[in-house]
């Protein structure tokens, strides 16, 4: 099976990690990988904020960069939740409203891919260490991806898993929200950090680097010591004794 | 009585909705989900007192089965319990069916008895005001909410499970229906056989009460603080 | 009151809410009991989703149709003894319902909860025609003898503690007792019963007007509704326009819904549907019934892509979600109507001008477009209140344009793409520290100010990507 990876520019710029433990997965599950070099970014940070012509221009760089692919993977519920509205957004524009329908039907985050598309909830890893996860807001809210990811953790061998206190309160982070709103983004992000803490895990797992960057960095500031991970880095790890 | 500037506003609805103003045609559309219909679907009378029963316990409420021939009896002793002095009750027909014509003039005997009485007009709300228990016939009876609705009329007025401390409601068992959706069907019903609305329909569901201190919930407030509900088979 | 409640900034109100301790925890427990009781009533139901479809259904149905349903509702409540007035304006409702009460010669009108009428400002047109107006709905009383805008559309005192509370009695009506809650609501309830009873005129707002029949539901815990519309001889309902049901069977599916959303009851102790005046021999109820239908800005919003914002039933389930209600509480949103359906009206009832951040006040987590029950795309049309204020009312920051400017040249143009990837960690370079920036510059400061951001990585995805590429064709190759 063919995947083109969506790799996000978030993940493209900070976190390169993360596209590699994507493909390494999708590869180990037989599938061939490619990386149209022509994608940007989705979109949202201008789609949010209201700039909507700004927005266009970067969706239609993503359309144009996909117009091949046959699957689109990505490591963000949040990105690629963007991806899916495009429909609605070119809805109505002659040129552009086809190619964003086929955008949309072919775009998948990559524990939805692996566990609805491929059918895999196990793969095979192994992961030692207390670890809660964070289901981000627009992976459940707006992509509707709320049990794969749980399923693929759940599968991996060791993982000693708690559950995250009011796990579906949102982190704070809202993309160009938490720059405009600082004050009550710090307050969100706050209690999302206690949160964390209550736990006593030494992981935060989560599919969005957005989220994970804004609780990551708020845990870093107040000097706490739990590392923030992706979790197609869980999913890619075969040893015991955690992450080096 | 009159309509006042009704064209001007709704032409102007119509037309911001883009389209000439509608004043008939307009049909409810076949809505493609009922699932108001599915609680409590098929179960029995019996079931539905269970349910009614069960719920009680959630709306502070006190419940007591008995038959036709206990019931006097029941409404006196929950009378004594809340060491009542003085009771308005409705008028209701059903008072000679159920034995409370003859249990009312029992209580007159002891105690200040009103039963509602059209004749005498406002007079009606001052003796409910001061009443320490209201009793009246639920006429349609919700057992997923615990509820009694009272079909208010010259003979049954509001202020008889309003204003009184203590409120109870008897209960036949054949009033009981799975959920407000069968009420509402059969209020709806009613209307298009004719038959006029009554001017107040009560949805009445265990004592009043607030959350608005500190969210902590209050039982009382401006109507009953106590409510019984009398099941009879 | 109008819609706005106050001239304070919107950065002022959002500290002054954050600086707020027991407002914070107060909401907090709340919105954890409300979400509670929410969630387990959907539970038990067990098709939640099939209510939702349909409530949204029905107001879809009545919102397309919603002048054919206004005229059959007016018909029906004249047919019933009662008066019907359309007004346009507040000030047009307010002017109506001024001359019913000076009509009446009315000293005293009491009064059940009514965002409508705080809305329009009727209390204050009232007391100025020299009516005295009692609110009996215990919460609004408490705000009315403290002079306090309400902060949340369910529970509106819910910012204010019980020693608050005491005082506020202590001073306005010589109370003397503890701050318990039944001690206070006993004597609430006491001096409201005077009032009830002393009344010449009741005012109710209105949860849903049933067309078919001309009544008007009232949804209650208190049965202060039952109190208003029993004694006084003269009733006025005010209702906005939207407040409507075709027929019995909807107001139950919505009624249902609305008290399990709001407040996690089946029921609430009081539903009561009364129409128009009293019939021959009765006794309770009125013998001059007027309903008073309000449009204020309402009409502007249909045919446009906030309808649906008038399909809402005033539960507050976006409210008790919000996080963003959480931490700032609802005076912060400056405006009766608070939370997500608040930062969604107010700017359409009220304008742009004095409430532009409000759409921008959401992380757009979309938990309040979850929790509606009548599904209302709430956080959608966040971000199509943020298009307008960019692309027509043009009140963006200049800084942000540029930025997003800025933004649609990298982000269609791969070159320039990619080179910033090449080049980001060593434009941070001069911040950055143990792989962490704490101070950034530009638009980063909001970041840092309040937690780390992580310096971009050594290499790119897409620079290892290549790299990966080119091993494995010289692999392939040797």
């Given at each position: 099976?063919?995947?083109?990876?969506?790799?996000?520019?978030?993940?493209?710029?900070?976190?390169?990690?993360?596209?590699?433990?994507?493909?390494?997965?999708?590869?180990?599950?037989?599938?061939?990988?490619?990386?149209?070099?022509?994608?940007?970014?989705?979109?949202?940070?201008?789609?949010?904020?209201?700039?909507?012509?700004?927005?266009?221009?970067?969706?239609?760089?993503?359309?144009?960069?996909?117009?091949?692919?046959?699957?689109?993977?990505?490591?963000?519920?949040?990105?690629?939740?963007?991806?899916?509205?495009?429909?609605?957004?070119?809805?109505?524009?002659?040129?552009?409203?086809?190619?964003?329908?086929?955008?949309?039907?072919?775009?998948?985050?990559?524990?939805?891919?692996?566990?609805?598309?491929?059918?895999?909830?196990?793969?095979?890893?192994?992961?030692?260490?207390?670890?809660?996860?964070?289901?981000?807001?627009?992976?459940?809210?707006?992509?509707?991806?709320?049990?794969?990811?749980?399923?693929?953790?759940?599968?991996?061998?060791?993982?000693?898993?708690?559950?995250?206190p009011v796990k579906e309160d949102c982190c704070g982070f809202g993309g160009t929200f938490s720059i405009k709103n600082p004050e009550i983004s710090r307050e969100m992000v706050k209690e999302k950090s206690q949160h964390v803490s209550e736990t006593k895990a030494e992981y935060l797992v989560g599919g969005d680097m957005g989220c994970l960057m804004n609780i990551g960095g708020r845990m870093r500031r107040e000097g706490k010591d739990v590392k923030v991970v992706h979790i197609t880095e869980i999913l890619n790890t075969h040893r015991e004794g955690g992450i080096a | 009585?009159?309509?006042?500037?009704?064209?001007?506003?709704?032409?102007?609805?119509?037309?911001?909705?883009?389209?000439?103003?509608?004043?008939?045609?307009?049909?409810?559309?076949?809505?493609?989900?009922?699932?108001?219909?599915?609680?409590?679907?098929?179960?029995?009378?019996?079931?539905?007192?269970?349910?009614?029963?069960?719920?009680?316990?959630?709306?502070?409420?006190?419940?007591?089965?008995?038959?036709?021939?206990?019931?006097?009896?029941?409404?006196?002793?929950?009378?004594?319990?809340?060491?009542?002095?003085?009771?308005?009750?409705?008028?209701?027909?059903?008072?000679?069916?159920?034995?409370?014509?003859?249990?009312?003039?029992?209580?007159?005997?002891?105690?200040?008895?009103?039963?509602?009485?059209?004749?005498?007009?406002?007079?009606?709300?001052?003796?409910?005001?001061?009443?320490?228990?209201?009793?009246?016939?639920?006429?349609?009876?919700?057992?997923?909410?615990?509820?009694?609705?009272?079909?208010?009329?010259?003979?049954?007025?509001?202020?008889?499970?309003?204003?009184?401390?203590?409120?109870?409601?008897?209960?036949?068992?054949?009033?009981?229906?799975?959920?407000?959706?069968?009420?509402?069907?059969?209020?709806?019903?009613?209307?298009?056989?004719?038959?006029?609305?009554?001017s107040s329909v009560c949805f009445v569901t265990g004592p009043s009460n607030s959350a608005d201190i500190e969210m902590n919930l209050i039982v009382g407030v401006h109507g009953p603080v106590n409510v019984t509900y009398i099941v009879v088979d | 009151m109008s819609v706005k409640i106050g001239e304070i900034s919107y950065k002022e109100r959002i500290d002054k809410g954050i600086d707020n301790d027991f407002m914070r925890q107060a909401v907090s427990s709340a919105q954890g009991r409300f979400r509670k009781g929410r969630l387990s009533q959907a539970e038990e139901l067990g098709n939640w989703e099939d209510w939702r479809q349909l409530g949204s259904e029905i107001r879809t149905h009545t919102l397309e149709n919603i002048d054919y349903y206004l005229h059959q509702l007016s018909e029906q409540v004249e047919k019933r003894g009662g008066n019907v007035f359309f007004a346009q304006t507040a000030e047009e409702a307010n002017e109506y319902i001024e001359n019913v009460v000076k009509k009446k010669q009315a000293k005293k009108v009491v009064k059940t909860k009514s965002m409508v009428t705080e809305e329009i400002g009727l209390n204050e047109a009232l007391e100025k025609s020299g009516a005295e107006v009692v609110e009996s709905d215990l919460g609004e009383w408490i705000l009315q003898l403290d002079e306090d805008p309400p902060s949340h559309i369910v529970t509106p005192a819910l910012h204010k503690n019980r020693q608050q509370i005491r005082e506020t009695f202590a001073?306005?009506?010589?109370?003397?007792?503890?701050?318990?809650?039944?001690?206070?609501?006993?004597?609430?309830?006491?001096?409201?019963?005077?009032?009830?009873?002393?009344?010449?005129?009741?005012?109710?707002?209105?949860?849903?007007?049933?067309?078919?029949?001309?009544?008007?539901?009232?949804?209650?815990?208190?049965?202060?509704?039952?109190?208003?519309?029993?004694?006084?001889?003269?009733?006025?309902?005010?209702?906005?326009?939207e407040r409507l049901v075709p027929t019995w069977e909807d107001m139950e599916v919505l009624v249902s819904l609305l008290t399990r959303a709001a407040v996690g009851q089946k029921l609430t102790s009081y539903i009561t549907a009364y129409t128009g005046a009293r019939l021959e021999e009765e006794i309770d109820g009125p013998d001059d019934y007027h309903l008073v239908i309000v449009d204020n800005g309402r009409s502007k919003i249909l045919g446009t892509e906030f309808q649906s914002a008038l399909h809402c039933i005033r539960c507050a389930a976006c409210i008790n979600v919000c996080p963003v209600y959480r931490h700032v509480g609802g005076h912060a949103y400056n405006s009766i109507y608070p939370g997500p359906i608040g930062a969604v009206l107010t700017p359409l009832l009220d304008g742009y001008d004095d409430h532009k951040e409000l759409p921008y006040a959401s992380s757009l987590c979309a938990a309040c477009t979850e929790a509606c029950p009548v599904k209302i795309p709430l956080h959608e049309q966040l971000i199509r209140h943020r298009e307008i204020i960019v692309e027509k009312e043009k009140k963006s920051p200049v800084s942000e344009k540029i930025m997003m400017k800025g933004f649609a040249q990298w982000a269609s143009n791969p070159a320039a793409y990619k080179l910033s990837t090449k080049v980001a960690r060593t434009a941070l370079k001069p911040w950055t520290k143990d792989e962490f920036v704490e101070n950034g510059p530009g638009p980063l400061k909001g970041w840092t100010d309040v937690r780390d951001f992580p310096a971009p990585g050594k290499q790119s995805f897409r620079a290892w990507w290549s790299e990966r590429a080119k091993g494995e064709k010289q692999n392939g190759n040797s």
């Open positions: 099976m063919k995947v083109s990876l969506f790799i996000t520019c978030v993940s493209d710029i900070v976190f390169a990690d993360v596209g590699k433990h994507t493909v390494e997965i999708l590869e180990r599950v037989g599938c061939e990988v490619d990386f149209p070099a022509a994608q940007t970014c989705c979109g949202q940070p201008a789609y949010n904020s209201g700039y909507l012509q700004e927005a266009k221009k970067s969706m239609k760089q993503m359309i144009k960069a996909f117009k091949n692919s046959e699957y689109v993977v990505g490591p963000s519920g949040s990105c690629v939740g963007m991806l899916k509205e495009y429909p609605h957004i070119f809805k109505g524009d002659p040129d552009w409203e086809q190619p964003a329908i086929d955008l949309a039907n072919k775009s998948y985050e990559i524990t939805q891919f692996l566990v609805d598309v491929l059918g895999v909830t196990d793969l095979g890893s192994t992961f030692k260490g207390r670890v809660t996860y964070h289901p981000s807001c627009h992976m459940t809210r707006v992509l509707g991806v709320k049990d794969a990811p749980q399923k693929l953790l759940q599968s991996v061998k060791g993982i000693d898993f708690v559950e995250l | 009585m009159a309509i006042h500037n009704r064209d001007k506003f709704l032409s102007n609805l119509a037309a911001n909705l883009g389209r000439p103003r509608k004043t008939e045609g307009v049909e409810r559309p076949e809505y493609s989900v009922q699932p108001q219909y599915e609680v409590l679907k098929g179960a029995s009378q019996d079931e539905l007192i269970d349910v009614l029963e069960k719920h009680c316990e959630v709306i502070h409420t006190d419940f007591v089965r008995t038959s036709k021939q206990e019931l006097p009896h029941v409404v006196r002793q929950t009378i004594e319990r809340y060491e009542a002095k003085s009771i308005i009750a409705s008028n209701d027909k059903r008072n000679a069916e159920y034995g409370m014509d003859q249990a009312y003039n029992q209580f007159a005997e002891e105690l200040d008895m009103h039963i509602w009485d059209a004749s005498i007009g406002k007079e009606n709300q001052v003796i409910a005001e001061k009443a320490d228990v209201g009793i009246s016939f639920s006429d349609i009876t919700l057992a997923e909410s615990g509820t009694v609705t009272l079909k208010n009329d010259k003979d049954n007025g509001r202020s008889i499970s309003l204003m009184p401390k203590s409120y109870i409601a008897i209960i036949p068992k054949e009033t009981l229906v799975p959920r407000m959706t069968q009420a509402a069907k059969q209020i709806h019903d009613d209307h298009m056989n004719g038959i006029q609305t009554p | 001073d306005k009506r010589g109370y003397d007792k503890t701050d318990s809650p039944e001690e206070l609501a006993a004597f609430a309830r006491e001096q409201l019963r005077q009032d009830f009873l002393t009344a010449d005129v009741g005012i109710t707002g209105c949860n849903f007007a049933i067309a078919e029949s001309g009544a008007i539901t009232l949804v209650t815990n208190e049965g202060n509704a039952e109190m208003v519309t029993s004694l006084p001889d003269t009733q006025i309902t005010v209702m906005g326009m």
